[in-house]
Every structure is written in C-alpha cells, then in structure tokens.
C-alpha cells in the first residue's frame, strides 16, 4: 500500500503545490511508494493552476507543477490520507478544528519533520517576489528529502 500524503496551505496556489511537487520529485527519486496531494485551508483559488511564480520556481529546479489544480481541503481528507502536513502553525490550527473525531490522518507541521526546524512555518510567498518563491522551494525540498526519508525509516522498522 504506498503511503497517501497532503499538503495543506492557505490558497493551495503557492507553498502547498511546492510542497507536493518536491515531495513527489524526491519520492521518485528514492523509489519511494507514495501519492501526494495538496488542497487550501481556503477555496478563493479552487480550479486555478498554481501561480505563476511558483510554477516558475518548481521549474527552475526541474520540477513541472502546471498542471496541478487548486481545491479547499475537505472533511474526506483526514480518512483518505495518512498524512497531512500543514506548512504554517494557521494552517494546522484551522486542520486541527475541521478534524472529523476519531478520523485516520495523522495531522504535523510540515517542517516539523527537518531536525533542527521544529515548529518552524514556511513563510507565505504570496506578496513578495521570485526570491520568496526560491526560500520557498528551498524549505519544501529540505522538507521532502526529511519526510521521505522518515517514511522509508518507517517502511523498513
Ligand atoms: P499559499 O499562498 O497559501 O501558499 O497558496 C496564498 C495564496 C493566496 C492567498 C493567500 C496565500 N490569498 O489570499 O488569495
């Protein structure tokens, strides 16, 4: 059974689709048995590709995210993954209040997963520019190479 992981931001347009495009670049890497998907605390951009400068950012490190599509996450999520990963402390705040009781998802703080970056939140990019897009990609790639090889640690105990 390969492992189900969701990202969650707040407009699932900017860090959450980064998120899912370096953990799934890294999970092929690896040959690691995963699906990855990414969803928004809010659902101002549902049906919008990422933004474009995010979309530039995944491509200036070789990774294509155009083709993702933005959705709100939903109350099904927390039964249809096994992990979901909240990229700022807001975001798993508003996680932890749609929580269905007693649902499979174990709930973190993406950076939470990087030893040495507990509790940190990767900064929302959306008013800057290309740079914050860069720092962005720089902390969801530490953050995908940390969770995969958490999950392959785990597979092999
Ligand atoms: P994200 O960035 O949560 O990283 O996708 C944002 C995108 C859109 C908005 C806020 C943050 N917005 O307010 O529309």
Do not use: K
């Not at 890497?29 to 590709?49: C, Q, V």
């Not at 990422?50 to 294509?64: E, S």
């Not at 990229?87 to 950076?111: I, K, Y």
């Amino acid at each position: 059974m390969p492992v189900s992981i969701l990202f969650v931001c707040l407009g699932n347009i900017c860090r959450s689709p980064l998120a899912e495009g370096a953990f799934r670049a890294e999970a092929a890497r690896r040959g690691l048995d995963a699906e990855a998907d990414s969803a928004g605390t809010g659902g101002w951009h549902r049906g919008e590709p990422p933004d474009r400068r995010a979309i530039a950012a995944a491509r200036r490190n070789g990774v294509d995210i155009s083709g993702l599509r933005a959705r709100q996450v939903t109350r099904a999520d927390f039964d249809r993954f096994d992990r979901i990963l909240a990229l700022d402390a807001e975001n798993l705040a508003d996680l932890e209040r749609l929580r269905p009781p007693g649902s499979r998802a174990r709930l973190s703080l993406l950076l939470d997963h990087v030893p040495g970056r507990e509790g940190e939140a990767v900064a929302d990019p959306y008013y800057g520019g290309d740079r914050h897009f860069d720092e962005t990609w720089r902390d969801v790639a530490e953050a995908a190479r940390a969770l995969a090889r958490e999950l392959i640690e785990e597979d092999a105990a």
